[in-house]
């Protein structure tokens, strides 16, 4: 029991090492693509900041549509020469930011319209299910009386234990 | 018809007359003057009833039956007995009556010719029926022919009632022709006869194993028209002992109330024979005119001989048969072979005259001066009030100790008040208790005599079937048994308990069934444990003459007709009557009978009725299944399934139409099916606390402020997001 916390503590402090030790390997390995997703994923940094859910919905849907506008300029690094200048040419590149930018837009809208719009058909889902628990429950009603809603809540008692014809 | 009894004009001629003692019955009554005559106005108020009731001690009034009048006049059609003999109710035969059976013609269809008529009992008094069922057919030397009998609807009283088919005495009552105007030697010979011809039907009748206990002078025939044989009448309509005229009785069956006389021996019958052949030898009757109190007062105390047979005897050759007849120690009372040495020209042993107790100082109370126990005793039980306060001041005591000179007795008297000063906190009917005790201690061979009940032990059962039947005081009756006086009688009887041990566990198990109230127990069980042959008295019978078991089911079974369909085909008449009659043990079936649950309850008669029904091998009872059939509406619905109701409730009417209860019991009482309700039923009720639940939770959660639905979309939105760019990519890449 005492070692838990003590192991969490230790995973929670070499997590950031990690992070960091994977972060220089790519920077060293690819520096390109690592400059090209660091910079087009700025709307996606800045929505985890901004998200204070601890689920970071809008994280997801930001950084989701965020990488569909990344993805294309990532090809084209991978396939051209891959190096610093190749990726500074990208996000030098007006167009190619906004790409970027506006799907993180997107997904920023999509985060914005898609709620109202699944609460509306949750709602209709749950009366929906609403509305078969009631018929079940009329169906059981005709089936044992009255005395089955009641049962449970001390209807027997209220009728002196005495089954009533409900 | 009350007017037709026939009445002992010679013997009584005064029935009317103002019960005043004459001067040989005893002391003239006293006044309420004196420290222990005060019950001299008990007497009067207590003799005055009674001698309505009985009399004056020579005949037996007919009992009241206004309903039996009208019959008269009713134009009713015959009526027919065992498909062999027609009754007419409209063609009465008042002369034949009987005071506790009216008689009517009848015809005999097989043989026409063979004279007989019917007499249909009181519905309300219990016939001896197993009399009935043993001489039925029988020729009885000396006795009225029984040929048969039933039960029929008597139309004008809209009753059951018990009809017996007799045989028609062609020649008369005897009474009749000994106020005609013949010869006073042909009367002696009469006389003679009735003796000689009575003592060989006795003896017959003995043999049988009956005795008759309704002889007296108004009750004995000519069997034929030249008035040669004479026979008894008919003794089955009745308790033994019911209609006898008190002066026919011995003093303490007399004591008796009329329907707690007792069954007796056939020393009660010589004694009754030779009361009859008294009363029919004189031409003036010593005791005309006399009260209950008086006659018996006077037999205790002269002896019944003394009292009965005076001086103006159509014949003094009868004196010695009377004289051993009228015996007051049934011991010593002549039997047949002391009437057979008689009649040989033998000499009877005379009797020992008993050496009895009297007091050389008389203790008066009530009207009389008391010089022995038993008249004491006996005056003590018509007049309570006052008697308490001679035991309570200690004047009995003294006056048995020291007038009697009986120290053992005084002793006695000393300990019951002794023992009931003890238990005085404990019942309040310790005085009766005690009074009780006392004249049984004073007089052993008088009835239990406790507040107003006065029964021989063995006329218990009579004698509660005649209070129950008239509404009388059952309670004292039941209180008496409830206190254990019988047993306390039967302890002072020669032998003591130990000779009448199956009489004592009669009383006992009577008094277990008092303990209880419910149905089935109480004072009915007693009625039928003490009555085998008692009807039946339920009135969900319709007035049906039932008496064996097997008649109760069908009976009931053509009384759903009638009845209402709401009530239950049972009640505490039919309980009690099923407790006692049935062969096995009802008890359990009694006791859940009584539920307040009315499914319980009326599962259990049904459970009851099928039982009987099977065992007794009944056939198939229609009426009686719809009736028990349409009171299950409670058994249905301890089905919770509406389906199973629906199902049961077709089902019941076919089961019905069948008639075998226990179908329906297999029906109403499926265990397995009950089971699997309850089991259904627990299911159901889980299932439908689960939607509760359920429609509770989405309800909390389909609001669109909520938690879950916000988390939901914004889940749902996240998801899109990714799915969209998981598309995306996958199409750049398979692009490239």
């Keep these: 029991m005492a070692e838990e916390p003590v192991a969490a503590k230790k995973g929670a402090s070499f997590k950031p090492i990690l992070w960091g030790f994977m972060f220089t390997v790519a920077m060293v390995s690819f520096p390109g693509l690592v400059l090209l997703v660091v910079v087009g994923l700025v709307p996606t940094f800045v929505a985890f900041m901004v998200d204070k859910a601890p689920k970071k919905y809008l994280a997801f849907c930001v950084a989701g549509m965020n990488l569909s506008g990344v993805f294309p300029a990532m090809i084209d690094l991978w396939q051209g020469a891959n190096d610093i200048k190749a990726a500074v040419n990208i996000i030098t590149n007006v167009f190619e930011l906004t790409v970027m930018y506006a799907a993180a837009a997107f997904g920023w809208l999509i985060y914005m319209a898609i709620p109202p719009v699944v609460a509306a058909l949750m709602a209709v889902a749950a009366q929906q299910r609403i509305m078969q628990l009631r018929a079940s429950q009329r169906e059981m009603i005709n089936e044992w009386g009255q005395d089955i809603a009641q049962g449970y809540g001390g209807a027997t008692i209220e009728t002196g234990g005495k089954p009533t014809d409900g | ?736």
């Design chain 2, 1 to 736: 018809m009350a007017e037709a009894t026939p009445e002992l004009d010679t013997v009584a001629a005064d029935t009317d007359a103002a019960p005043e003692p004459p001067a040989e019955a005893g002391p003239e009554p006293q006044g309420a003057n004196g420290d222990v005559n005060g019950g001299a106005d008990d007497a009067g108020e207590n003799a005055e009833p009674e001698a309505a009731l009985t009399g004056d001690g020579l005949v037996t009034p007919l009992i009241s039956t206004n309903e039996f009048t009208t019959e008269v006049s009713f134009p009713g059609e015959p009526v027919v007995i065992n498909e062999r003999f027609e009754v007419f109710p409209a063609r009465p035969l008042p002369e034949m009556n009987s005071p506790s059976a009216r008689a009517f013609e009848a015809e005999d269809r097989l043989q026409p010719a063979n004279p007989v008529f019917a007499l249909v009992c009181m519905p309300e008094i219990p016939a001896r029926q197993n009399v009935i069922n043993s001489i039925a057919g029988d020729d009885l030397q000396g006795i009225i022919k029984l040929h048969d009998a039933g039960t029929v609807e008597w139309a004008s009283l809209n009753r059951w009632c018990q009809v017996l088919i007799l045989e028609r005495p062609l020649g008369g009552r005897v009474t009749d022709a000994l106020q005609s105007n013949i010869e006073e030697f042909q009367k002696a010979d009469i006389v003679r006869e009735v003796l000689q011809q009575g003592m060989e039907a006795l003896q017959y009748l003995q043999i049988r194993g009956h005795v008759h206990r309704a002889l007296r002078p108004d009750n004995l025939f000519f069997r034929d028209a030249e008035k040669e044989d004479i026979i008894f009448g008919e003794f089955m309509s009745a308790p033994p002992g019911f209609d006898q005229p008190i002066a026919f009785e011995t003093p303490e069956r007399a004591m008796a109330s009329p329907g707690g006389r007792g069954y007796g021996d056939s020393s009660d019958d010589n004694y009754a024979l030779g009361a009859t052949v008294g009363f029919l030898l004189q031409t003036s009757s010593p005791v005309a005119g006399m009260n209950a109190e008086q006659i018996i007062h006077s037999k205790i105390t002269r002896s019944s001989y003394q009292t009965i047979v005076g001086a103006n005897l159509l014949t003094a050759t009868l004196v010695e048969p009377l004289r051993g007849l009228l015996e007051d120690d049934a011991h010593q009372r002549w039997d047949f072979d002391n009437y057979e040495m008689w009649t040989n020209g033998q000499r009877v042993p005379a009797a020992q005259s008993s050496a009895r107790q009297r007091s050389p100082r008389a203790l008066k109370f009530g009207p009389y001066e008391h010089t022995g126990p038993r008249s004491l005793a006996y005056a003590m039980s018509l007049r309570p009030d006052t008697s308490i306060k001679l035991v309570r001041d200690g004047t009995l005591e003294t006056w048995l100790a020291r007038g009697i000179e009986d120290q053992e007795l005084a002793d006695l008297v000393t300990g019951a008040i002794a023992a009931s000063k003890a238990k005085e906190d404990e019942t309040r009917d310790a005085d009766s208790i005690l009074m009780t005790q006392i004249l049984l201690l004073m007089d052993p061979l008088s009835p239990v005599q406790y507040k107003g009940a006065h029964f021989m032990t063995d006329g218990f059962g009579s004698a509660l079937a005649t209070e129950t039947i008239r509404g009388g005081n059952v309670k004292d009756l039941a209180e008496a048994v409830a206190h254990q006086l019988p047993t306390k009688s039967l302890e002072l009887q020669v032998g003591g308990l130990a000779a009448s041990i199956s009489d004592d566990q009669l009383f006992q198990e009577l008094r277990l069934h008092l303990q209880r109230t419910e149905p089935g127990y109480g004072v009915e069980r007693c009625l039928y444990v003490a009555n085998p042959n008692l009807p039946c008295r339920s009135p969900l019978l319709g007035g049906r003459y039932i008496d064996h078991i097997e008649d109760i089911l069908p009976a009931l079974n053509e009384a759903e007709a009638d009845a209402d369909a709401k009530q239950r085909p049972y009640d505490r008449h039919l309980a009690a009557f099923l407790g006692s009659h049935f062969s096995e043990d009802l008890d359990g079936f009694l006791d859940e009978a009584d539920s307040p649950d009315d499914a319980a309850a009326v599962l259990t008669i049904l459970k009851m009725y099928a039982r009987i029904q099977a065992v007794l091998q009944l056939p198939e009872m229609v009426g009686l299944a719809k009736w028990l059939g349409g009171l299950m509406g409670p058994v249905i619905r301890q089905y919770k399934s509406r389906a199973t109701r629906r199902l049961l409730e077709a089902e019941v009417p076919k089961l019905v139409r069948i008639g075998w209860l226990a179908d329906l019991l297999g029906l109403m009482n499926n265990t397995d099916a009950r089971l699997r309700d309850a089991s259904d039923y627990a299911d159901a009720q889980n299932a439908f606390r689960e939607a509760d639940d359920e429609i509770e939770r989405i309800e909390a959660n389909s609001d669109p402020n909520s938690d879950a639905v916000q988390r939901g979309s914004k889940q749902t939105a996240a998801v899109i997001s990714i799915i969209i760019m998981c598309i995306l990519v996958t199409m750049m890449i398979l692009t490239n």
